[in-house]
């Protein structure tokens, strides 16, 4: 019997790393409102890696207890620039403020992507990046934020590698997937040891 494969995110760009991987696999959002524990984490002084990893545990728990026999992965991204944990945007005037913090500067990204099987975790990573904005111009910004449009508040720094939100940087030191969402060697990895994709 295959094994049922279920991402449990509606993000676009974790999708299209998998279908171009030859994973088989269906997407389930977890039904899951991020802020409410985010905010609990951080109250207790959790640490941007942490709160990542803890993220995605619960989107795939919440998907797992509706699908036991599936192997479902889940994953969540935050930023940590100097010690401060970034979130989406809500409006492209904080868009453009949360680019302007990050111009010249250097911050990390934390990449977490968990496994569940049968209702529990049985498999976790962290991946960690740490990205250089150059120090582009307003014209440049604006420019950007005017081609990107809503799209800069679909991602925590208002950008999107894979498109033209790579010019925005000097120097990326780490993994290029998990700065698109996704830990991918390391979850493929686990799949073909565990015999869940040919060997």
Request: charged share 25%; aromatic share 6%; glycine share 6%.
């Amino acid at each position: 019997m295959t094994a049922v494969i279920i991402l449990a995110s509606a993000s676009e760009a974790r999708r299209k790393l998998l279908e171009q991987s030859n994973v088989p696999f269906t997407t389930q959002t977890a039904e899951l409102d991020e802020n409410t524990p985010k905010r609990t984490l951080l109250a207790e002084g959790k640490k941007p890696n942490e709160i990542a990893i803890a993220l995605a545990e619960l989107k795939v728990l919440s998907v797992t207890a509706k699908n036991p026999t599936a192997w479902v992965i889940g994953a969540d991204q935050v930023v940590d620039f100097d010690g401060e944990l970034l979130s989406k945007p809500n409006s492209m005037s904080e868009a453009r403020e949360q680019l302007l913090s990050l111009r010249g500067q250097t911050h990390k990204l934390f990449s977490a992507a968990v496994i569940a099987h049968n209702g529990k975790v049985i498999w976790r990573h962290t991946g960690e990046v740490r990205l250089t904005m150059r120090d582009f111009s307003d014209t440049y910004l604006e420019g950007y934020l005017a081609r990107i449009g809503t799209d800069a508040l679909a991602t925590v720094g208002s950008y999107k590698l894979e498109e033209e939100g790579v010019r925005l940087f000097s120097q990326i030191q780490g993994d290029y997937f998990s700065v698109l969402g996704l830990p991918l060697l390391e979850i493929l990895n686990f799949l073909t040891e565990t015999g869940i994709l040919v060997k």
